[in-house]
């Protein structure tokens, strides 16, 4: 079981410039979800996917962010333009749907805008 | 929505003591359960979780309990060790349909040798 790969783990980047975040979720799994984790406001969801379907994006802070599912197996959380206060821990996690299913989640991507 | 409240947010406690986190949520409908821990630097995983037609579940020195008419669960670790020093979340859902788990806060578990 190789679990859900996310990469890169570390990304430092100047205010401004595009940032992909990409997210592997574990074979089989239908529901995959993007976080944002601070010191300040903890573990916030910014998305859900469904059967590759965006079903609740109402986390996703603004415009400068979005998130593809184009298959089963790929998915990418984008910041364009990026800011500083963009700077946090960004997992994505996924699951089955539609049982009594816990959340696998990734190792995370450390965010650093300066 | 759903809303889940944790407490502590900070817990210390000596080698060997025993700790509990409790939350509570407010949508009765919420029938799932987890329990995840976060030790620093890493991802959250699973340590236990339990569903709403079961009052304990307990795996070695872990166990959940839950209160529906409540509404509230809780974490209790026996016989605590250093390693157990972690961020340990509670969750809230409801099963089927569209499966969004709301998070509580995290409790900072700090366990001195």
């Known amino acids: 079981d190789a679990g859900v790969i996310q990469s890169p783990r570390h990304e430092v980047t100047e205010m401004g410039q595009e940032v992909t975040l990409r997210c592997k979720p574990i074979?089989?799994?239908?529901?995959l979800f993007w976080y944002r984790q601070t010191m300040m406001r903890g573990l916030e969801l910014l998305i859900y996917?469904?059967?590759?379907?965006?079903?609740?994006d109402s986390g996703m802070p603004e415009d400068r962010f979005s998130a593809k599912m184009p298959n089963a197996s790929f998915s990418t959380l984008k910041i364009q333009p990026s800011e500083p206060r963009d700077s946090a821990v960004y997992f994505c996690a996924s699951s089955l749907t539609g049982s009594s299913q816990p959340q696998h989640f990734g190792d995370g991507t450390r965010l650093s805008i300066l | 929505g759903e809303n889940v409240e944790q407490h502590p947010s900070t817990l210390s406690v000596q080698e060997g003591d025993s700790a509990v986190i409790k939350c509570t949520y407010s949508d009765s409908a919420s029938n799932y359960f987890p329990w995840y821990k976060q030790e620093l630097g890493k991802r959250p995983q699973l340590i236990i979780d339990i569903r709403s037609n079961v009052g304990e579940k307990k795996d070695q020195r872990i166990a959940v309990t839950l209160n529906k008419t409540a509404k509230h669960f809780s974490l209790h670790i026996t016989e605590t060790q250093p390693e157990d020093s972690a961020v340990y979340f509670c969750a809230a859902s409801i099963t089927g349909g569209s499966y969004i788990p709301t998070f509580g806060r995290g409790t900072s578990l700090i366990v001195h040798p």
């Open positions: 996917f469904n059967n590759n379907v965006p079903i609740d």
């Open positions: 074979s089989g799994h239908n529901s």
